[in-house]
Structures are given as structure tokens and as C-alpha cells.
């Protein structure tokens, strides 16, 4: 079962993660890439939608993390879990949002 568990914290982390983005574009007043735009994830989506969608990034998360479980942040293999989400979810959006935003190939100025 412990398998399992490191699972949860493993996707936990990444809602956690992928809340960030979304719930401080929003706040910002910015518009943000979001499931819910058309094209599906590359069109913008209103900071209104961005804001809720973080929230429930944080939701989802804190079920992950916190009620599958019993999440310990000083465990190691625990923390490395969730601390693997965060870090796959990062670096699969700086690679898909990277292309939109010009993170992909920065220039030299």
C-alpha cells in the first residue's frame, strides 16, 4: 500500500505545482493557458477562470497530499514523492507553455 501512497503524494505534488501558475496569473488580472480554453490548453482563459482553476488545483492537491495517507513532510521518501510531482509538472509546462511564451529559445539581447 505504501506505493500507493507515494502515488498520491507523487500527483499531489503536481496539482500543487500546477496551482502556482494558474492562481497568480489570475490574481494579476493576466490571462493564462488553461484546459478549459479553446485550442484545449494553448488557447488563454480569463484571469476569473484562472484564479478558480488554481483553487481547484489546491483542493485536488490537498487531497493527494493530506487525506490519502498519512502525508509526513519530513518523511523522505514522502517528501521525495511530492517533491517529484512538482518538479515532472514544472518541467512539463516550461517545455509545453515555453513555445507560447518564449521560454523555449530565449534570445540574447
Known amino acids: 500500500m505504501s506505493w500507493l501512497h507515494d502515488l ?6 503536481m496539482f500543487l505545482a500546477n496551482a502556482i501558475p494558474h492562481f497568480v496569473s489570475g490574481m494579476m488580472g ?8 479553446r485550442p484545449h490548453g494553448e488557447g488563454l482563459s480569463s484571469s476569473t477562470v484562472n484564479v478558480l482553476w488554481g483553487c481547484a488545483n489546491i483542493i485536488l492537491a490537498y ?4 487525506l490519502v495517507g498519512d502525508f509526513d513532510i519530513r518523511a523522505v521518501d514522502q517528501a521525495s514523492s511530492a517533491g517529484i510531482g512538482v518538479l515532472l509538472i514544472a518541467m512539463f509546462s516550461a517545455r509545453a507553455f515555453g513555445r507560447f511564451n518564449g521560454g523555449n529559445a530565449p534570445q540574447d539581447h
Not at 498520491?8 to 505534488?13: A, C, F, K, Q, R
Open 8 to 13: 498520491s503524494y507523487l500527483v499531489g505534488g
Open 30 to 37: 493576466r490571462s493564462f493557458q488553461s484546459p478549459f480554453a
Open 63 to 66: 487531497v493527494f497530499l493530506v
